[in-house]
């Protein structure tokens, strides 16, 4: 009899042909290029660097994509978006450190948004780690440590030996819920070494699941149960669980209204019957979930845009799913369900009966009353210029196209009152909040579905730090369209202190033709105007390959009801 223990994985005729025969003239750089394989991976995103060439040049003769950037935080960004599409842990490949410490701002994002990032650097030679000082290129005393608060974990390398199973832990590491980048960095002798492994062939990196524990998803069905007024906010733990089909049959079979946080756009349609859309900047909202007696918050930690900027404050009984233990009652006191998304919508599902269809009625009542207000409060502010440059964009985009977006006024338009139509496809940097997110993380997306034309959305402030990557556009022909909306400096921060201070500084940004700039790579650009932005755009979206638009106009935001003025 066999038990499980017993059991032992007895490699194959051709692993150990490949074992006693491996290719000549491998180094330690082949290791990882093998082990990145062996894991699934296709495409690598990163920049070449002293300490990382043997990595290089094992990638030269691998079957693996390398996709190079021109700045490594772009590369990160790139690196992000892959991985948020297509749910794989998307490698990273980096120099030491001035390479390394520039990429930690894309890193950050994705660890703010749980996208899979598998980040590998180099490092200097083994025998100057520890702090020894040497004067090693690059040489930082810890360099680990730079990244040690941004990454959910950290591994090294520091033998050959060590090489896949460092790898193949941080993969693990970064496809466990709550997804997010990881670090592995490598000593470059270790790297340029003569190989004295054997070939890589498979590698078994498999994470791990997390399910609900089944008395706190009892305890949770019995309120949702006896709720009167339930009210469901789905977050971006719904997008990276793929649990947006489980989250519209619990709200269909409960009539509970959905509003979708900023990172959950998709996550629900938005024009169904209980979406309340994802109006979380609006008192009328916000008012309507303090008033929930129960409120089920779905991979969200009801942080700062999320709860009105920290206005929220809810009466009724909070029930809150997430994979990340550290966000549970982070901000309120819930009923806390350490789980994946979509296993704890699963148990809720399976416990729960049907409503009533009075039940629905009621709900729906309260959705169409809620958008009501919400949309009376809009249109008194005279900003129909910015409502039609955003229905523009979204007629003009495909329904299954992607769409990144920076930090900028557009932006958080459309965080509000931009309808994704589909989970996945709407991406900003609202979880770090940095700027320069959108085109290269747009690029990423194009090397991760090739022929979808993709959409990049920025402000001419944060176009500025992207423009580099114009030339990976050109160089990889990516279909991506990038939008740029022109107000001749950072508007959004122009407009605070202008309210704040009653007049701006440092907000102003003399910035090139960034049409001319754009045809200067090989780039097709035109400038364009609200009135022809929908065809524009939708004629550089058609088009293949990269292209620019370009919009001269000052956008203005809607106003604030968090600061104590009136929602009405």
Known sequence: MTHDHDLVLRPTAAQTEAALDPPPGRLGGDLVVETLAGLGATTVFGLPGQHVLPVFDALRRSGLRY?????????????????????????????????????????????????????????????????????????????????????????????????????????????TVPFGPVWVEIPQDVLAEPARLPQVTAVDATPEELPPRPELTAVAADLLARAERPVIVAGGGVIRSDASKKLRQLAEKLAIPV????????????????????????????????????????????????????????????????????????????????ADARLALQALLETLEP???????????????????????????????????????????????????????????????????????????????????????????????PGQPVLAVSGDGGALYSVAELATARQHALDVTWLIVDDGGYGILRDYMTDAYGEAHGTELPGPDFVALAESFGVPGVRTTPEDLRADLAKALAAPGPSVVVLPAALRMFAPTHLGGSAS
């Open 67 to 175: 996709v190079g950037l021109r700045v490594e935080n772009n590369a990160g960004f790139a690196a992000d978006a892959y991985g948020r599409i297509t749910g794989e842990a998307a490698p990273l490949l980096l120099s030491t450190g001035p390479g390394a410490l520039t990429a930690l701002a894309a890193l950050q994002e994705a660890a703010a948004a749980s996208a899979p990032v598998l980040a590998i650097s180099g490092q200097i030679p083994s025998t100057g780690l520890g702090g020894r000082r040497r004067g090693h290129l690059h040489e930082l005393d810890d360099q680990a440590a730079s990244v040690r608060g941004i990454v959910k974990s950290v591994h090294t390398a520091r033998t050959q030996s060590q090489i896949p199973s460092a790898i193949a832990e941080a993969w693990r590491s970064a496809l």
């Open 355 to 449: 409503v009533p269809a009075r039940e629905h009625t009621e709900a729906a009542r309260r959705v169409r009353g809620l958008l009501d207000r919400v949309g009376a409060r809009i249109a008194a502010q005279g900003l129909d210029r910015e409502q039609e440059v955003l229905a523009a964009v979204r007629s003009a985009l495909p329904s299954g196209s992607p769409s990144f977006w920076d930090m900028t006024v557009l932006t958080y338009w459309a965080w509000s009152a931009f309808d994704a139509r589909r989970p996945n496809t709407m991406h900003s940097a609202q979880g770090a909040g940095g700027l320069g997110y959108a085109f290269p993380a747009a690029l990423g997306a194009a090397v991760a579905e």
């Open 259 to 338: 509003v979708t946080t900023f990172g959950g756009k998709g996550a629900f349609p938005w024009t169904h019957p209980l979406s309340l859309g994802s109006w979380l900047e609006d008192r009328h909202t916000t008012d309507l979930l303090e008033d929930a007696d129960v409120l089920l918050v779905v991979g969200s930690g009801l942080g700062e845009l999320s709860s009105h900027y920290h206005t929220l404050r809810p009466r009724g009984t909070i029930v809150q799913i997430d994979a990340d233990a550290g966000k549970l009652e982070a901000n309120h006191p819930a009923l806390g369900v350490h």
